[in-house]
């Protein structure tokens, strides 16, 4: 079975351009996890999805971040204009809702900010 | 406000030992624990997990114990194998709530 799926692997943008990151959770799940991950403030959920709904942002920093899930099978993460500052590394995860409570992580994907 | 500590940032075990890997909270209100492993450019997979209602559960190499009285649990792996190597994650959750609050990981190495 295909895990999560997200593209790009890597990104590398200048300062003041849009970013959009993309994500494919694992069929038959549910819920989506956008998680962003730097050294200084680790592993921080910035918002999940059930069902297509948007359950809480409360992790999304500010408003030049938002995210969207319009089926079961994609979501996107866009950052606009980006920042330096917004360089890390970009984490999508997916599980069911109901049984359990496992997440699954894609790869994640590398995005660097100049 | 931390809420999850793993105050070892790294760990270097021998080959055969064992490792144990440690993690504190504050929040009473978790009641189900994962642990997850990752290594370098790849996202973290989950490894075992614990709910409240136990003190201890294993999976193999994999033991992972809870002592809820003081907020603590840790990850046992034994015999440390150098694929072991990688930098894991303790993330406590509250069951239904969905979250998991992450740990700032612990770069364990086996040496050979």
């Known amino acids: 079975d295909a895990g999560v799926i997200q593209s790009p692997r890597h990104e590398v943008t200048e300062m003041g351009q849009e970013v959009t990151l993309r994500c494919k959770p694992i069929?038959?799940?549910?819920?989506l996890f956008w998680y962003r991950q730097t050294m200084m403030r680790g592993l921080e959920l910035l918002i999940y999805?059930?069902?297509?709904?948007?359950?809480?942002d409360s992790g999304m920093p500010e408003d030049r971040f938002s995210a969207k899930m319009p089926n079961a099978s994609f979501s996107t993460l866009k950052i606009q204009p980006s920042e330096p500052r917004d360089s890390a590394v970009y984490f999508c995860?997916?599980?069911?809702?109901?049984?359990?409570?496992?997440?699954?992580f894609g790869p994640g994907t590398r995005l660097l900010v100049l | 406000d931390q809420q999850v500590k793993q105050n070892s940032p790294s760990l270097s075990v021998q080959e055969g030992r064992i490792s144990i890997l440690n993690c504190d909270y504050t929040?009473?209100?978790?009641?189900?624990f994962l642990w997850y492993k990752k290594y370098p450019a790849e996202g973290p997979t989950f490894l075992i997990s614990?709910?409240?209602?136990?003190d201890k559960n294993e999976d193999g190499r994999f033991t992972v114990f809870l002592n809820k009285s003081a907020k603590h649990l840790s990850l046992h792996i034994v015999p440390s194998q150098p694929g072991d190597s990688a930098v894991y994650f303790c993330?406590?959750?509250?069951?239904?709530?969905?979250?998991?609050?992450f740990g700032q990981g612990t770069r364990l190495t086996i040496n050979p």
């Open positions: 995860a997916s599980s069911r809702r109901q049984g359990g409570e496992t997440q699954y």
């Open positions: 069929s038959g799940h549910n819920s």
């Open positions: 999805f059930n069902n297509n709904v948007p359950i809480d």
């Open positions: 929040n009473s209100m978790f009641d189900y």
């Open positions: 614990i709910s409240s209602i136990k």
């Open positions: 993330a406590p959750g509250i069951q239904g709530a969905q979250k998991l609050v």
